[in-house]
Nanobody, 116 residues
Framework: QVQLVESGGGLVQPGGSLRLSCAASGFTFSSYAMSWYRQAPGKERELVAAISTAGRITNDADSVKGRFTISRDNAKNTVSLQMNSLKPEDTAVYYC?????????WGQGTQVTVSS
C-alpha cells in the first residue's frame, strides 16, 4: 500500500521557518522523483520544488528561490522541504508527490499558515 505522509506544518510568523517532511512507504522510493506542491485557497495547485532520484534539484519555483530547499534521504525514504523567510503568501496546503513514468502518488497534505 503506497503511503506518503506529510508532517511539520503549522502556524508561523512572517520571517519564520518550518521544515516539512514526507515519509514514503509501499513503493521503491529511490526510483521516484519527488516534489512538493502547494495549493492556496481559491488557487490552483502549483509546483514548489522537485528533486530527482539522485538528489539533483530539477525544479524550483521563482517565488521560493533562495528561501526553500528540497532534499531527500533515500536511506530513510523521506523528502523534506526547508522553508525559511516565510511570507503570508506562502500560506497553503503543502503536498508531497512521487512520480515515475505513469505512476503518480500524492500525500494528504499539511497546512502551512504564515500570519502574525
Amino acid at each position: 500500500q503506497v503511503q506518503l505522509v506529510e508532517s511539520g506544518g503549522g502556524l508561523v510568523q512572517p520571517g519564520g521557518s518550518l521544515r516539512l517532511s514526507c515519509a514514503a512507504s509501499g513503493f521503491t522510493f529511490s526510483s521516484y522523483a519527488m516534489s512538493w506542491y502547494r495549493q492556496a485557497p481559491g488557487k490552483e495547485r502549483e509546483l514548489v520544488a522537485a528533486i530527482s532520484t539522485a538528489g539533483r534539484i530539477t525544479n524550483d519555483a521563482d517565488s521560493v528561490k533562495g528561501r526553500f530547499t528540497i532534499s531527500r534521504d533515500n536511506a530513510k525514504n523521506t523528502v523534506s522541504l526547508q522553508m525559511n523567510s516565510l511570507k503570508p503568501e506562502d500560506t497553503a496546503v503543502y503536498y508531497c508527490n512521487a512520480r515515475r513514468f505513469t505512476m503518480n502518488y500524492w500525500g494528504q497534505g499539511t497546512q502551512v499558515t504564515v500570519s502574525s
